[in-house]
């Protein structure tokens, strides 16, 4: 309703919709220490209801606001609440099997996704209270010790990348549990001390937090099998599920700096012993005859060995099951709900550089067709792209994979030697046919823009000048290198066939045969002579040109916690990356917020670094000395250029996502260094 609308008369003496919402609001401050909490349906009246921050609400998750019409609006809200009540129900349900696990009251969980974190954040408090630990709430994630390292050193990455080309059904697989799992088992001996930023009591408390909610699995699962009434059944099964989200989003919490007990130093902790445990388990899948690919703190991708799906789905069944029975992997619960993706065949450089052969539906589609995500194809100009996909790469993984998949039983090794040996000369006469359309196309569009500037200057009137300048930024579009965020400097080679044969050389190199890395090289040689460039020539050599900005960032929906490269990482919209895991957007402003505190971060390091003896390695105390006593020369600790470089990469993103602050504050760093 409107403050507007004609005054009525409501409940017999309260007048008008601001007379309402003062009387409801005074009524709701009076009674406030009866009411254990208040469920909020739909409020658009915040600021006139303060009452509903001084005692416990829970906000149900309608995000539509409803229109109603002023004289009808008691049927409205009747037809409303009778669509919206259905779809309420299991949020309600869920949320109360939740307040049941937790032990907490269902309203003191304010927050929609968040209440997990709200759940966590109160069950570790109790542990550290019975701890005798202090809970400490300020702006900063720690009390001031004297000791920034751990503070700046937010991002903690271990991963393992494996470049190649893998011909077997490869699988990707989640591992949401592994956080709990770690903690569960940790070593308590590499913390506490004088040289330890974090305390026993506190790890020792999440070791404890970890081992209530395993417990409580299994004593829900118990229940769950001996109960017989279908009401309680169902009531066990939505506080089974609760429990399950809280181990799943067990990493999120530990690492989202929105929860109240987040601490760098015990992420640092938790995140090392979960390396250990990675390792141990990416040890166990090459022992059990997989190749390792790409592994993460969340995910990992695993090559089988095997070319049939028949086959691979036995050796997947063999590792659940493995998995299952060993007492150090027990605890991760591995199934088939864990798998994202499988492929029958992916060519693999890193996290944003893949193609391969998608398996849906327990099958390869026919016909055989490659998803891909190359971030190095998209630096290259718009006009060669679709060339590189569907006659470059594309034409040598779908070849490759449709004669493994016509000969399953035979020596996968040899036979793909074999298949190399014929494909190869005909691929490279498409190479050469591809390379050659491309420089002809250049050449003649090229031909073209001199002709018009020539027929503009015979001319000389301002309308031709202007299409001589429309058709060149069409040019421009076409066969420039595009603007990509992260990459400062772009390829300074000149020549868009040289680049087009350098990248995809790079993909090529990936296959580890011996005999195929002989004939590639082969073909690189005779693809330069085709260009007029040197084999040997340092310009014809790859290099990476783009400057990565990682943030860690927790998924809003499904909580999942990962390193995201903003320069590279998928995005729906300016501003909006998507969640790898459930495709859900990251918020707008929260990651420009953490974007900011990176930047903000780095310069303070690089303004209050140490200065050094290069010599002796003694820190400088005067300042006007320009020489040590040694007579070694001062250096900084930290290299400006390469804080130079970081500071350009974000701006390079603040720009096409449109983050005004953020690039007003970059802007202004670069200008003062």
Partial sequence: ????????????????????????????KDKRCYVPGVLVVQSNKAKQLTSLQLMPS????????????????????????????????????????????????????????????????????????????????????????GDEAVEADVVHVG????????????????????????????????????????????????????????????????QLQNETDPARKDALAREQRALGHLVNNFYGWVASPGSLLQDPALLHAVESEMRDMQRELLQDLKRNGCEVIFA????????????????????????????????????????????????????WLDAVNYAGVPVADGKVAEPVYIEYSLNLVDQLPAAVRMLFYN???????????????????????????????????????????????????????????ADRKEEALAMGTKEAVESVQKYQEKLSAKWDLPDMPGVIEKE????VTLQFVKVLYEFLR?????????????????????????????????????????????????????????????????????????????????????????VDEQVVRWQTQEIVCKKCGQTRHDLLAQFCHCAGQFVSTIDGAAVKRHLQAVLSVAQPHHFVDLEQRVSMYLSLM
């Fill in 1 to 28: 309703m409107d403050d507007k609308e004609p005054e009525v008369t409501v409940l017999g003496s309260v007048k008008g919709p601001a007379g309402f919402f003062a009387t409801l609001d005074k009524v709701l």
């Fill in 58 to 145: 829970c906000f149900a998750p309608i995000t539509e606001d409803q229109e109603m019409n002023y004289a009808t609006w008691p049927t409205e809200m009747t037809q409303w609440w009778a669509a919206e009540l259905p779809k309420l129900e299991d949020w309600w349900a869920q949320r109360l099997a939740l307040s049941r696990v937790a032990r907490l009251p269902v309203c003191s969980m304010a927050g929609t996704w968040q209440c997990d974190h709200e759940a966590l954040d109160a069950l570790y408090g109790r542990r550290l209270r019975a701890a005798n630990c202090v809970l400490w709430a300020s702006e900063r994630a720690r009390p001031d010790v």
């Fill in 159 to 222: 991963r393992t990348n494996a470049p190649g080309a893998y011909w077997s059904v490869v699988y990707e697989v989640q591992l949401p549990a592994l956080c709990v799992a770690a903690v569960r088992r940790a070593n308590m001996d590499r913390v506490g001390g004088h040289s330890s930023t974090v305390g026993k009591p506190a790890l020792r408390a999440l070791r404890d937090l970890a081992d209530h909610l395993d417990k409580e699995g299994h004593a829900l699962g118990a």
């Fill in 296 to 347: 993460d703190l969340t995910r990992v991708l695993f090559a089988t060995g095997k070319h049939s799906l028949e086959q691979a789905e036995q050796v997947w069944q063999t590792l659940v099951e493995g998995f299952g029975v060993d007492e150090r992997f027990k605890a991760l619960k591995v199934h088939d709900d864990h798998i994202l993706k499988r492929w029958c065949g992916l060519v």
């Fill in 391 to 449: 006659k470059a790469l594309g034409k040598w993984i779908v070849q490759t994979m449709k004669y493994v998949l016509q000969h399953p039983g035979d020596d996968v090794k040899k036979a793909l030697a074999e298949f190399h040996k014929n494909f190869l000369p005909g691929y490279g006469k498409g190479l050469f046919n591809v390379v050659t359309k491309i420089q002809e196309s250049l050449d003649k569009d090229m031909a073209q823009l």
């Fill in 492 to 495: 300074s080679c000149g020549s």
């Fill in 510 to 598: 990936v296959e580890r045969d011996a005999q195929f890395q002989d004939k590639v090289r082969k073909l690189r040689r005779d693809l330069l002579q085709l260009v007029h460039e040197r084999e040997f020539d340092p310009r014809c050599e790859f290099k990476c040109t783009n400057t990565p900005v990682e943030v860690q960032v927790a998924c809003p929906t499904c909580a999942l916690v990962e390193v995201v490269d903003v320069t590279t990482h998928d995005f729906l919209a300016p501003g909006l990356w998507q969640c790898r895991s459930c495709n859900a957007t990251y918020g707008r402003e929260h990651l420009e917020a953490l974007l900011l505190e990176i």
